[in-house]
Structure formats: C-alpha cells, structure tokens
C-alpha cells in the first residue's frame, strides 16, 4: 500500500533556530512531491519537486528531493513565530486517478519567541 | 487569482439529519474537485476525486451513499453527509484544479475547510 511517512512528528524550536523536517514516501509509480504549509485552515502550497538533487528555495525556506532513497528533506532556517504551522508532504503518484496526492501526517512546527 | 471557497466553515448538526457542504472555485473554471477528510492530528485522507458532469470516483472505504458528492457545473461541487454521525465529525477540505488529464498537481487549490461537529 503506497505511503508517505513524515518525520518528527512535532517539534519546538526558538526563533532563529534550523529545522530540518523529514519526508520519505513508498508511492507506486512517483511523479512528484509537494510540500505543504497548513495553518487551521487550508494548505497553502510551498514547492513542488520532481528531480533528485536539485534543490528549491524560497526566502528562509528549501527542499531537496532524493528519489533513490525515495525522501525529501524541508528546511528552514533563522525560524520565526510566524513559520508556527503544520508541515504536510504530500506525494502525486501516476495512477487510475490523476492529481491524486497521497498526504503524510504533518510535522508540527511550534517556534517560540 | 486561484481562490477556492467552502460554505459554511463550521456547522453543528444533530446524529441522523443531513448536511451539505459547498466548494466554489471563484476565479477560475474547476473541471476537476477533490474531497478529503482530515481527522485530528491525522493527514488528509482522499474521500472521492469529481469531474464536471459526471459521476465522482470514490476512494476506498468511502461509502459513496453517505457521502453524496455533486459536481454539476465548472465553478461549483458539493459534499452532502448524509445520516450524520458523531463518528463523521470531521475537517472536510476541497480543493479544485483547471486540469482534466496531465495536470500539475501543484495547480491543486485548497478551499478554507469546513468543520463538521456531530452531536
């Protein structure tokens, strides 16, 4: 059964600290990974990676892609209260239904003062 | 742009009563809409994937006469729970796409959620 597995589960850090937030995934036939960022309500979109080494960045924020050893790493860096959030990965595997994305369970980030 | 909206956020229903919830895609013509089920502390879960016009594909373990999805035009699908129960209490979240085959799933538009208490 495909599966996506996020890793830690949760995590308290203090403003300027880095944190690394683990994804690793079993999808039959991988087309790309996505990382999330939810908030209460709905994710909002952070990248999209679909070739191995090739990193993305966004501010204080990147994610590198290792489709050999099938995970990803998100990272972010000189953190803030505002970066406070849920983390979801999430896998699109070619399939009967398209666009289906397969969600880990999320990485909460707490990130004190 | 790509704004995805869900009505209402939040309702309370009593066991047994119906209860409909709507997705609208407001600046962009939906063709195709997912439903997930998001319990506490868990990932979204994929309830059933729709097309404009015709039937929704349920995932499975979804029972698809107590989840009665309809997806009748470009900008508008609804989930209606039907017979609710307190074990359907759940944060049920949308998101919509232009695409119909081939499509990006990064071009996925996530609606606000709507969260159903049971009681």
């Known amino acids: 059964e495909d599966k996506v597995v996020q890793s830690p589960l949760s995590l308290v850090v203090h403003e300027g600290d880095t944190v690394t937030l683990n994804c690793s995934y079993e999808v039959t036939n991988f087309r790309s990974l996505l990382w999330y960022k939810q908030e209460k309500k709905a994710p909002t979109f952070l990248f999209m990676l679909t070739s191995s080494g090739i990193e993305k960045k966004s501010g204080r924020l990147s994610s590198i892609l290792d489709k050999k050893e099938l995970f990803s790493i998100l990272n972010i860096t000189a953190t803030q209260t505002g970066d406070s959030a849920v983390y979801l990965c999430?896998?699109?595997?070619?399939?009967?239904?398209?666009?289906?994305?397969?969600f880990g369970r999320g990485t909460q980030l707490t990130v004190w003062p | 742009g790509a704004v995805v909206s869900q009505h209402p956020s939040w309702v309370i229903c009593k066991s047994g009563t119906s209860v409909k919830i709507e997705c609208r895609s407001l600046d962009f013509q939906a063709t195709t809409m997912f439903w997930y089920r998001q319990f506490p502390k868990q990932s979204l879960m994929l309830m059933a994937t729709?097309?404009?016009?015709?039937?929704?594909?349920?995932e499975q373990g979804v029972e698809k006469d107590k989840f009665l999805i309809n997806h009748a035009s470009l900008t508008l699908s609804t989930l209606t729970v039907t017979s609710a129960h307190p074990e359907d209490s759940s944060f049920y979240i949308c998101?919509?796409?232009?695409?119909?085959?081939?499509?990006?799933?990064?071009?996925?538009?996530f609606g606000p959620g709507t969260r159903l208490t049971v009681t």
């Open positions: 998101s919509a796409s232009e695409g119909l085959a081939g499509f990006a799933a990064y071009e996925q538009y």
């Open positions: 729709s097309n404009e016009g015709s039937k929704a594909t349920y």
């Open positions: 999430a896998v699109n595997g070619r399939g009967s239904t398209l666009g289906r994305l397969y």
